[in-house]
């Protein structure tokens, strides 16, 4: 059970704003809420004294219905950490109101958290968990309204380069991340890839994509596992190619599990033998292709080796090459 401790008076030092404003600052004078956590507001710190406590604002009742998210600024921190919403909504049959988190992982330095429209009406609070003890150190937080989304514009939801495994060196992009980018049925997720393997040894490149839940267990995604070559057994999908764009078209199914921040935390990208540079959501109805990207003859030329690191100063040897768009394996002498 969240733990509430902010009296109302700390409510009233929320900043008062017009209801058509853009921005709505949460105090960091006093954030009294919480649990297993302190705040010292002269240096903006929370301390949290054990894994997945929380400090954040008691709100009651507050209508919010004039924004569209909630923004977190805080200094870089070596563990994930989360906002959560807590509405006053209720399920039939639930005990407390609905919750609904946005994460932002190790080395972030801003979460942008989207308020569910059917229920920011009513908010009872809002807090920032930690996965870890620790301390985070908070820049500002504050309410603003969602810049417009063009639907047929593509938007690139991740870049890199990540050499991936199962789980440490996972891609996690956030259900927030699909609701800001107006996600739709039809829409296609292109995942720019280099293949790191060697079929010859036996290393092959697998890629799984996959949902992680609330509650950290995993799911595949629907759309994926309707790939071609999908292997049911591993959830994987085995690429054979050099490099290249793996995409997955999305379905409703899709468009559902990643658009519900209560069920699910984000999309994870895992694999072994290979490294992904960058992940774009391409609309239904966008006119740009992957056949049709020009190649940057001005872009820099960047190295890796076959395990997916880049490489400065390449000696003899075969590595993949990356110039803009364009991706090869080469041989150096």
């Not at 600052?25 to 010292?40: I, R, V």
Request: glycine share 8%.
């Amino acid at each position: 059970m969240i733990k509430n401790l902010l009296s109302f008076a700390a409510v009233a030092a929320l900043a008062v704003s017009s209801a058509n404003a853009e921005t709505l600052d949460l105090t960091l004078e006093d954030l009294g809420s919480g649990w297993g956590s302190t705040y010292n507001p002269s240096t903006k710190t929370i301390t949290y004294e054990s894994d997945w406590s929380g400090r954040g604002w008691w709100l009651g009742d507050v209508d919010y219905s004039a924004y569209d998210e909630v923004v977190i600024e805080f200094e870089p921190v070596e563990f994930n950490i989360q906002v959560v919403v807590q509405y006053n909504y209720k399920p039939e049959g639930a005990t407390e109101g609905v919750s609904e988190a946005t994460m932002g992982e190790a080395g972030a330095t801003q979460i942008v958290a989207p308020l569910n429209e059917e229920y920011k009406n009513s908010i009872m609070q809002i807090y920032i968990q930690s996965s870890k003890a620790g301390d985070v150190t908070l820049k500002s937080a504050y309410l603003q309204n969602a810049e417009v989304v063009d639907p047929d514009a593509v938007k690139e939801l991740w870049s890199g380069d990540q050499a991936l495994d199962w789980w440490d060196h996972a891609i996690k992009v956030p259900v927030s991340t699909f609701v800001a980018a107006k996600v739709k049925e039809g829409d296609k997720l292109n995942v720019s890839y280099v293949n790191t393997g060697d079929a010859a040894a036996e290393k092959y490149c697998n890629l799984k994509v996959q949902l992680l839940l609330a509650n950290w267990s995993q799911e595949i995604l629907p759309g994926f596992a309707l790939s071609e070559g999908f292997q049911e057994e591993y959830g994987t999908v085995n690429l054979s190619e050099a490099s290249g764009v793996f995409s997955i078209e999305l379905g409703e199914d899709d468009v559902k599990e990643l658009t519900d921040a209560t069920a699910n935390q984000s999309l994870m990208f895992v694999g072994e033998n290979i490294t992904v540079t960058q992940i774009d959501l391409v609309p239904a109805t966008g006119t740009v292709g992957i056949d049709n990207v020009a190649v940057d003859e001005n872009a820099p030329v960047e190295y890796y080796n076959l395990q997916g690191v880049k490489v400065a100063n390449p000696a003899n040897g075969i590595y993949v090459v990356r110039q803009g768009n364009k991706v090869s394996k080469v041989l150096v002498k």
